[in-house]
């Protein structure tokens, strides 16, 4: 009888968490923005006709919360983006690091409140958004 193998622990150093993190964090982006401009699209389309009945200023205002979440989530993504060019630059070019560009960049690549904020005041966005559109639906 062959005795079954067991899995093989993987010890991850921080360049393995940041890398799994920055996956589940552009997973996360992405589900956000579909989510947004699905939301948007699904609801200004006459293929919708379950959304016709809503009056003009819910349906306003369920737009500019999907729009003000995608919007959100495309800001964090050009800050993350141009932060760690700068910091992907120092590592290339050491003279750099003495910059004020990459102090800062390196500086505001820690804050990691921006990212959880921004998340947040997105999922509150689209709550608004779904809580209008089942409150016109439901009530």
């Known amino acids: 009888m062959k ?3 067991e899995p093989k622990q ?6 393995e968490y940041f890398e799994v993190y920055w996956s589940y964090c552009s997973a996360l982006r992405n589900w956000f923005v579909v989510f ?7 609801f200004v389309s006459d293929k919708a006709a379950i959304f016709k009945e809503f009056n003009k200023p819910i349906k306003i205002a369920i737009v500019i919360s999907f729009i003000s979440g995608v919007a959100l ?3 964090l993504a050009m800050l993350n983006k141009w932060i760690h060019w700068y910091i992907y630059w120092g590592e290339e070019n050491q003279d ?6 990459y102090q800062i960049a390196e500086r505001v690549s ?3 409140w921006i990212d959880v904020s ?9 709550g608004i958004a779904t809580g209008c559109v089942f409150y016109q639906l439901f009530c």
């Not at 993987?10 to 360049?15: L, T």
């Not at 921004?118 to 689209?126: E, G, H, K, R, V």
Request: hydrophobic share 50%; charged share 20%; aromatic share 14%.
């Open 3 to 5: 005795k079954k193998e």
């Open 96 to 101: 750099f690091q003495e910059s004020r560009l």
């Open 36 to 42: 947004g401009v699905g939301g948007c699209i699904l």
């Open 118 to 126: 921004i998340d947040l005041l997105t999922i509150i966005a689209f």
């Open 73 to 75: 989530q495309i800001l």
């Open 110 to 112: 820690t804050w990691f």
């Open 10 to 15: 993987v010890n991850f150093g921080a360049k």
